[in-house]
T-cell receptor, first 112, second 111 residues
Framework: DTEVTQTPKHLVMGMTNKKSLKCEQHMGHRAMYWYKQKAKKPPELMFVYSYEKLSINESVPSRFSPECPNSSLLNLHLHALQPEDSALYLC???????????FGPGTRLTVL | DAKTTQPPSMDCAEGRAANLPCNHSTISGNEYVYWYRQIHSQGPQYIIHGLKNNETNEMASLIITEDRKSSTLILPHATLRDTAVYYCIVRAYTNAGKSTFGDGTTLTVKP
């Protein structure tokens, strides 16, 4: 089983809202990732968690706040987003930081 | 990570083999070649990876040249469901999970 689940599938939010994206995996993977993908562009890495600790932050604005409550769960808290933050947000996991990454279906975010 | 170059688009007839090239001329000795594909608006799907030997699984074959500067992903009998964007990624085993996606190749399988 190589399933990574993400909720919600779609999210529409205003610039003053606070919302969260959720990602879950039950493969025993110890590394989890957030990517952002704009239309017709490749995914771009945002954050990497390894053993529940943030190991990479690719200079992401503070209005995006990741959280890894346990080894199976990864959240992305959103606050005061801009319309240009509208994108597909992808979660991935792997056994270790260097191993094959398995992606979830993504959350399509629209910021009004 | 080494940079990869892929053609922006390719067509393939249904039932024929699809051969997708990738150039990674600056690849280092400890860097693997990974292939993913992304069907419209879905998450990327892992296909195959290799270091220097050719690899085959139930989805595809990966041919890496002897100098490792280029590789080819082969889908042996393409179907309409193989229409997707295919990404070739080069990543070191020790880079803590950083993957840099290039622009990929849009493969269109035609009936």
């Amino acid at each position: 089983d190589t399933e990574v689940t993400q909720t919600p599938k779609h999210l529409v939010m205003g610039m003053t809202n606070k919302k969260s994206l959720k990602c879950e995996q039950h493969m025993g993977h110890r590394a989890m990732y957030w990517y952002k993908q704009k239309a017709k562009k490749p995914p771009e890495l945002m954050f990497v968690y390894s053993y529940e600790k943030l190991s990479i932050n690719e200079s992401v604005p503070s209005r995006f706040s990741p959280e890894c409550p346990n080894s199976s769960l990864l959240n992305l808290h959103l606050h005061a987003l801009q319309p240009e933050d509208s994108a597909l947000y992808l979660c991935a996991s792997s056994r270790g930081g260097s191993d094959t990454q398995y992606f979830g279906p993504g959350t399509r975010l629209t910021v009004l | 990570d080494a940079k990869t170059t892929q053609p922006p688009s390719m067509d393939c007839a249904e039932g024929r083999a699809a051969n997708l090239p990738c150039n990674h001329s600056t690849i280092s000795g400890n860097e693997y070649v990974y292939w993913y594909r992304q069907i419209h608006s879905q998450g990327p799907q892992y296909i195959i990876h290799g270091l220097k030997n050719n690899e085959t699984n139930e989805m595809a074959s990966l041919i890496i040249t002897e100098d490792r500067k280029s590789s080819t992903l082969i889908l042996p009998h393409a179907t309409l469901r193989d229409t997707a964007v295919y990404y070739c990624i080069v990543r070191a085993y020790t880079n803590a999970g950083k993957s840099t996606f290039g622009d990929g190749t849009t493969l269109t399988v035609k009936p």
